[in-house]
C-alpha cells in the first residue's frame, strides 16, 4: 500500500534541528525517554489550545495505528498503541513522536500511520517525502544526537530510551559510536608517559 505525498523538501539536518527545537518548546531537551503521551495529551494543548488528542477503538481504525488533521488539530490513535505506549513500549512511542511529527510539520493534510508501515510512491523524492521526514522527526526527537552519544551500545540505548532494539542500533550506527578523539599532541604525550610507565614501574 502507497501512503504518502509531496511536502516542501527538507533535509535531516533541518528536521533534526526542528525536533531539537520542539524537544526544548515541550521542556524535554535532555530526557532520555520523554513522556510522548503527556506530551501529546497534555502539554501539546498548552501550546495549540484547539488541539485534542482522541483515542479511538481499534475496531474504528482499520490498518491505521495513528493519524493527524489540521482541521479541528488533532492526532486519532487506537487504544491499543495508546496502551502500550503508556507502559511504555518502543514502537507505540514511535507512533506517537511520528504523529507529532506529521503535526508540526505538514499542517494541512490528514495523515495515516499503518500496521504494515507506510510506503511511499517512487516518484517521490525522498527529501519531498512526508512519511520519510515524518521517520526521521520521530528519531531525532526520541533519539537525538546528545541522548545517544551516552551509551555504549545500542542495547543499553533501547533499554534507557524505551525505543525498540532496531530504532536504537539505527540511531546508535549514524551517531552512537562516533567519539570525538584526542588532539594529535594529547594522545602522543598519552602514549609517551604510559610507555615510560612501563619502563619506569615504581613501588610503594
Known sequence: MIDDFIAPSQSAKQI????????DALDVPNDWAPDVVRIVEIRLSKIF???????????????????TEFNPPLIAVRESVYRLARRHDGRARMTFAHELG?????????????ESGNKTASNIKIYESAEWQARK???????????????????????NCNVSFQAAEIRFQEVGHIQARPAACVEQLANALAIR????????
Open 137 to 159: 522527526f520521530a528519531a531525532f526527537f526520541l533519539l537525538p544526537r546528545h541522548i545517544v552519544v551516552q551509551f555504549a551500545s545500542a542495547r543499553e540505548l533501547s533499554e
Open 49 to 67: 489550545p484547539a488541539f485534542t488528542l482522541i483515542v479511538r477503538p481499534d475496531t474504528d481504525m482499520g490498518d491505521a495505528e495513528a493519524y
Open 197 to 204: 610507565l612501563d619502563q619506569n614501574p615504581t613501588t610503594k
Open 16 to 23: 533534526e534541528a526542528k525536533a531539537l527545537a520542539w524537544r
Open 102 to 114: 506529521h503535526l508540526v510539520m505538514h499542517p494541512g493534510a490528514t495523515k495515516l500511520r499503518i
